[in-house]
């Protein structure tokens, strides 16, 4: 312990929430655990450990005399948020009318995204969406660019400026979509590979492998798409899987030798660990199985499957048969930032399943859980020991209708709900970074 002093230490006073399992799966004391009056402390922006406030002196007496203290008693404290898909290069066609998915991407997506060739829009936009998931307590997401490269290098530089662990990828498209946002699939690798170099592994980045969905590309851009991922051990995949009726119906005319959506990314090397797909409504209970042996992770996206139309995600029975399932805006087909609204309509859609998600499931899903769908859970979502300090203080009187509500709680699972079902970014007091305050 005599070289600690030689660290730079935080200890942070709050009420502190994390996961160690999904409450859904595991009784609650092996599932979470909560400190009414603790403590989080860490060093060199890494936890150290928890502890309740009362046993502050398990911390040593040289540690405590050189910390630095930050107080957010009567607050709750949180791991940073994860978002597990979303579309950065939206944020300036969110909300748009009246269409379904297919048409919603021919209308106002593809049109959007060709302004991303201008390296002065990616610019703007990747600073203006990094500043506002810190704002809604985002510290991780798994977001898509646009086709060109230089999208995802305004997001990549944007979040290397401040210290995020994120995931990123350049959209791979060459069939099926405006010549704006067109690419061919040789040139694809070749800027997908390019970026890989320029930024995986960099800082806390992490670069995805993206093809859009099977319509957009060609089995030659897919088998591509493959061989990337197959090219090192660590780097991701996300894309789109049976979202929309029409879509999945196009998906099999497309493919005709493949037996279900799923089994075009399966054929084309494209499932298993670090491979993520948002939406996955419409699955078979083959597609479903196979999804949870191959350790391939779904994004459940509620405020987008509502908006577009789109269905209602089974997250009982995924979570049930052993599929990783995280929690996503998909902003712009989502309707908000908000990981807290987000997890509203995730109650929503589950209640209309017959499945209540309990609030203590529903965080766990928004941190720990979108931590082990993008596989990152060795770095991030909870705060045992040299886990990466991100972490979000959450004021649970934000507005007169939660202080008013939470007067007549009595229990942690109440004033969790009422939080889900009530709040939204004006809880987020505050984020912090491996230990930095920046927001
Ligand atoms: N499927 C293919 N592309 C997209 C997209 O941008 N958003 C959604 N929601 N679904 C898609
Ligand atoms: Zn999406």
């Known amino acids: 312990m005599n070289t600690q002093t030689s660290q730079t230490h935080l200890i942070v006073r709050g009420s502190i929430l994390h996961f160690l399992q999904d409450p859904g799966l595991y009784p609650d004391a092996e599932s979470y655990r909560y400190l009414d009056d603790g403590y989080l402390w860490l060093a060199d922006g890494y936890v150290r450990t928890t502890g309740a406030w009362d046993a502050l ?31 950065y290069v939206q944020a300036g066609m969110i909300a748009s009318f009246g269409c379904r998915l297919l048409d919603w991407l021919n209308d106002y997506t593809f049109p959007a995204e060709a302004a991303f060739t201008h390296p002065e829009v990616a610019a703007e936009t990747a600073r203006f969406v990094v500043d506002r998931l810190l704002a809604h307590g985002t510290t991780t997401a798994s977001v898509f660019g646009s086709v060109h490269p230089q999208s995802v290098d305004a997001f990549m ?24 946002v067109r690419d061919t699939a040789e040139r694809s690798g070749r800027d997908s590979q390019d970026l890989i170099d320029r930024w995986h592994g960099k800082d806390r980045l992490r670069y995805t492998i993206t ?65 993520i797909y948002g939406h996955c409504i419409h699955l078979t209970e083959r597609e479903q199985l196979a999804m949870s042996q191959s350790g391939t992770a779904a994004a459940f ?68 859980g979108g931590a082990r769908a993008l596989y990152l859970e060795e770095f991030i979502g909870n705060f045992e020991p040299g886990r990466e300090g991100d972490f979000i203080v959450l004021k649970l009187d934000a507005t007169p209708e939660l202080a008013f509500r939470m007067d007549r709680t009595r229990t942690l699972a109440e004033r969790l709900f009422a939080l889900t079902i009530l709040g939204d970014e004006r809880c987020v007091a505050a984020t912090y970074v491996m230990g930095q305050r920046i927001h």
Request: hydrophobic letters at 35%; charged letters at 20%.
């Open 57 to 87: 002196g398990d911390i040593p007496a040289p540690v405590r005399n050189v910390a630095e203290w930050a107080d957010h008693s009567g607050q709750l404290i949180l791991p940073g948020l994860v978002d597990t898909h979303m579309h």
């Open 157 to 180: 530089a944007e979040a290397q400026r401040r210290g995020l662990r994120m995931l990123c990828g350049k959209a791979m498209m060459d069939r099926h979509c405006p010549p704006e």
């Open 211 to 275: 093809p859009r969905f099977a319509p957009t590309s060609t089995p030659e851009q897919l088998a591509i798409a493959g061989q990337l991922y197959q090219s090192r051990p660590d780097l991701h995949v996300q894309s789109h899987l049976a979202e929309n009726d029409k879509e999945v119906a196009w998906v099999a005319e497309l493919f005709p030798d493949q037996r279900d959506y799923l089994d075009v990314y399966e054929h084309y090397g494209l499932t298993g660990p670090r491979t």
């Open 301 to 368: 996206c509620p405020t987008s499957n509502l908006f577009l139309g789109s269905g209602l995600f089974d997250y009982y029975g995924m979570a049930k048969s052993g599929v990783r399932v995280g929690l996503a805006t998909d902003v712009g087909g989502g309707t908000s930032f908000s990981m807290i609204r987000t997890l509203a309509e995730a109650y929503k859609v589950s209640q209309a399943r017959h499945h209540a998600l309990s609030p203590l499931r529903g965080w766990y899903l928004a941190t720990l």
